[in-house]
């Protein structure tokens, strides 16, 4: 492997970003896709997670939607979506999440969720819901990524029986690190779950995600995506951890491009249907052409 330079700055600030880390100024497009979510009163993981894709992906007219409120229960170390008192489950939100799709055109859609443990289901009926009005109004492909449902089998379940066409479930990082970057989750859950959803629909592509650069090594990288593999789990992004505030957890180290191309090859071996390697890869960045990709792949 190459050898890793940390960008660094005065211990109070954020590292300086990499020469390969910077992204465009606002684009015109951008203006229509923040209208209609805003005429809808919709929340994206876009915005509340500080995503750094967000200037090319609104200009080009899509965004990750994020049901159930912009407030979670899991105090993540590295996620900037507020945390607190959760909002009230709206029941007209399947529809205006629909209503978005349609006025943006979308093909695919990515529907997310803040984490809601307050909620008997977690919240999996509402992603239920959410899948079918969109089909119902556009037949768009829709793709869920969820939260773990504290490993509640029925709320899974749930979720399940929407059909959609992506089963999503970040994995997020490597189990040496989940108690300081993935607080209250647990990695033998994440695996169950994707696990369930294969096991019991196993024509729904599943995929996860990790983040690098928080201290993780090669060796455990690949080992998780060894773990996800044996689980049946068809697609992979690994993209680079940013920090959204001084408050979360600081960037380890900015893991170069070609690096990122190297750890994909390894595990593209492993005999995923599609992975995606970069700094700038998240779980919903191009989920559209990767989810096709994968299913051309497949088909081979």
Same mark, same amino acid.
């Given at each position: 492997?190459?050898?890793? #330079? ?57 965004? %990750? ?38 006025? /943006? ?6 529907? %997310?969720?803040? %984490?809601?443990?307050? /909620?008997? #289901?977690?919240?999996? #009926?509402? *992603? ?36 959609? #066409?992506? *089963? ?26 994707? %696990? ?25 990288? /690949? ?14 992004? /690994? ?14 180290? *900015? ?16 005999? *995923? ?28």
């Amino acid at each position: 492997m190459l050898s890793l #330079d940390v960008v660094t700055d005065a211990p109070t600030k954020r590292p300086r970003l990499p020469k390969w880390l910077k992204r465009p100024l606002p684009q015109p497009g951008m203006a229509y896709t923040d209208s209609v979510i805003s005429d809808l009163r919709l929340e994206t993981v876009c915005e509340s997670a500080k995503c750094p894709n967000r200037t090319e992906c609104w200009s080009q007219k899509t965004a %990750t939607l994020m049901i159930l409120g912009n407030v979670c229960t899991r105090p993540c170390g590295f996620c900037s979506v507020p945390k607190g008192k959760t909002e009230v489950v709206q029941i007209d939100e399947p529809q205006r999440v629909a209503e978005a799709v349609l006025r /943006l055109g979308l093909k695919h859609v990515v529907i %997310t969720s803040v %984490t809601r443990d307050d /909620l008997a #289901d977690g919240g999996a #009926d509402h *992603f239920y819901q959410c899948v079918i009005a969109v089909r119902d109004l556009t037949g768009a492909a829709v793709e869920v990524l969820t939260p773990d449902f504290m490993g509640n089998r029925a709320a899974i379940d749930r979720v399940i029986q929407a059909r959609p #066409d992506v *089963f999503n479930h970040n994995t997020e990082t490597v189990p040496r690190l989940y108690h300081r970057v993935r607080r209250n989750a647990d990695y033998q859950r994440t695996l169950d779950l994707l %696990t369930q959803v294969k096991d019991t629909a196993p024509e729904i592509p599943t995929k996860s995600g990790l983040m690098l650069g928080l201290g993780e090594t090669t060796d455990e990288i /690949l080992d998780v995506c060894a773990d996800l593999r044996r689980v049946g789990c068809d697609m992979i992004t /690994l993209g680079q951890y940013l920090q959204p505030t001084l408050e979360h957890l600081p960037v380890e180290r *900015f893991v170069p491009p070609e690096e990122f191309d190297e750890i994909g090859d390894l595990v593209r071996k492993l005999g *995923f249907s599609m992975v995606a390697s970069g700094p700038f890869v998240r779980s919903s960045y191009h989920a559209g052409e990767m989810a096709a990709e994968a299913g051309r792949t497949s088909n081979e």
